[in-house]
């Protein structure tokens, strides 16, 4: 049997639900409430990908997403993700992607305003495209 892939989500509680019900099928999934809790997981748990959206317990998705990256975990594909409509608007959603990436994510994936069957689509291929082969 393969071992499946696993990927670190920091979300708050709503957009984490969503997630695990949208990826779990894919990949096994740990959930992060804090940076704390996500940079202790990377140290000791093997990672594959993290899944970080736009803000959690008490951080926000570009500056998380710059920290990992001055860490040994700087080569774990990250993906940003807006998976709840919030107080943001699609423009500002778009000059967060051009940053997330310039920062080293591979992709800002916005499925918050996607049903869960084209939001499962959408994801499923972000996870394809950026996880490593096993």
């Known amino acids: 049997m393969a071992v499946r892939q696993r990927a670190l989500v920091t979300a708050q509680l709503p957009a984490w639900t969503r997630l695990e019900r949208l990826v779990s099928p894919v990949v096994d ?78 992709a800002l994936v916005d499925i918050a305003k996607l049903d869960d069957d084209k939001a499962r689509s959408v994801l499923k291929s972000a996870l394809t495209a950026s996880l490593p082969s096993k």
Do not use: W, Y
Not at 56 to 82: G, H, N
Not at 85 to 101: I, T
């Open 29 to 106: 999934l740990i959930h992060a409430h804090t940076s704390d809790e996500a940079f202790n997981t990377l140290e000791r748990e093997p990672i594959d990908l993290i899944i970080c959206t736009i803000a959690f317990e008490d951080s926000r998705m570009i500056e998380f997403l710059q920290a990992v990256k001055r860490t040994p975990s700087a080569s774990i594909p990250f993906i940003c993700c807006r998976a709840l409509p919030g107080v943001l608007s699609d423009n500002m959603v778009e000059h967060m992607r051009e940053a997330c990436v310039q920062c080293g994510a591979v």
